[in-house]
């Protein structure tokens, strides 16, 4: 089965994401088309980028960075679910990308933005960091206000109809993971990873 990791993009404390994420694992839980998997980069403790050698070379040296690639490296695709701090990403989110290379290439990505403008910039941001690490990023997301979706700028109460937009989102970077397997020689294609009908299980 296609596997995609939700990665939850901020480790600062009081923050969204986490909430964030775990509405959309919820919703991508009522799916029969992969396997999705919360990922916390808070988990990991990652320092400030400390590699003496530039990820490209696969060269680890850190402990932290090798479990971190080995979490990575089972992912056929992502979601990034991402704060917009000053029209962009948050620090953390781009510090634990850029410690890896090959472990991101040749997979798919979709982005789940909250903010002032719904995210769209740290989205944006992330799109050009994407090229380079040769991930495709699909064209749906997900952009949340801070005014309409988070009672009193903090408690997570997304508008109905954001499902629908974290479904299509889905969708792509399902379909895109898929096809994008066929790039990846560790990654065989298996019988078991059946198209995806556009629906939920159970609906009609």
Known sequence: MIKIGIIVGSTRPGRKALDVARWVLDIAGMRADAVFELVDIQDFNLPLLDEPVPPSLGQYTQPHTQAWAAAIAGFDGFVFVTPE????????????????????????????????????????????????????????????????????????????????SVDAMLDQVVAWSRALRTLRPDAPITSADAPHTGQRMGSQ
């Open 85 to 164: 701090y000053n029209h962009g990403t948050s620090g953390a989110l781009k510090n634990a990308i850029d410690f890896l290379y090959k472990e991101w290439n040749n997979k798919a990505a979709g982005f789940v933005g909250y903010g002032s403008a719904g995210g769209s910039r740290a989205i944006e941001s992330l799109r050009l960091v994407m090229g380079e690490l040769m991930v495709a990023d699909v064209r749906a997301q997900v952009m949340l206000s801070l005014r309409t979706d988070f009672e009193n700028y903090t408690t997570f109460n997304p508008a109905e109809h954001h499902e629908q």
